[in-house]
């Protein structure tokens, strides 16, 4: 019952990898979905969000305005330095604890899973948990600055910002178990994750304990 971390920085390509995971039968808990589903108009989180930044932060209906919270984590005009940390003291427990209890339901249905927690911020925020095998997408900063321009339409003041926010490459590289380079062709980035999930299951060889 394998359970994998697969993390890289922004526009690293980690969903590719993700996707492909998927494809070959693998449970994929994704850490995007998990903060949005914490983030529900009407939950503790995003009430707490609002006690914390400002009631602005809510839009009309009651949801989060995500386009204001995200100038002022990641910059602009109105960033506020601090508010990274102390948006993840509010964020992160929860998002713990529901990942946790997907991990827990997918080996329940099946015990020789093997459960990839898609998740952006491992190093930042979980870099510790028990993981069988932490998988790193990887591609260098100017490939990744440019996808984030013109396949995301982001402009390169804010791409630059995005990435500077998220920890450097080498604190990634540092955890990695295995590496997956996203810099090539589609095809080359799938042929190592193929190779990664015949590590994953075949008997004796693969990184699970």
Do not use: C
């Not at 006690?51 to 305005?65: R, T």
């Not at 982001?154 to 540092?174: K, N, W, Y």
């Amino acid at each position: 019952m394998p359970l994998i971390a697969l993390t890289g920085g922004i526009a690293s390509g980690k969903s590719t990898i993700a996707g492909r995971l998927a494809a070959h039968g693998a449970v994929v808990v994704d850490a995007d979905a998990i903060v949005r589903e914490v983030q529900q108009p009407g939950s503790a989180v995003v009430s707490a969000i609002a006690a914390e930044f400002g009631p602005q932060m809510l839009l009309p209906d009651g949801s989060l305005d995500r386009a204001g919270l995200g100038r002022l984590v990641f910059g602009g005009a109105d960033s506020d330095p601090d508010a990274r940390a102390r948006l993840n003291a509010i964020v992160h427990p929860a998002v713990r604890e529901l990942s946790t209890r997907r991990f827990e339901e997918a080996f329940g249905v099946d015990p020789a899973a093997v459960v990839v927690y898609d998740v952006p911020l491992l190093v930042e925020a979980r870099v510790d948990d028990p993981w069988d095998l932490i998988v790193v997408a990887h591609a260098p900063e100017q490939v990744r600055l440019q996808r984030l321009i013109s396949e995301r339409g982001l402009g390169e003041d804010e791409a630059r910002g995005r990435i500077a926010a998220q920890v450097p490459d080498e604190d990634r590289l540092a955890v990695a178990d295995v590496v997956i380079d996203t810099a090539g062709r589609l095809e080359e980035t799938h042929e190592q994750v193929d190779a990664l999930w015949r590590r994953l299951t075949t008997p004796d060889v693969g990184g699970a304990t």
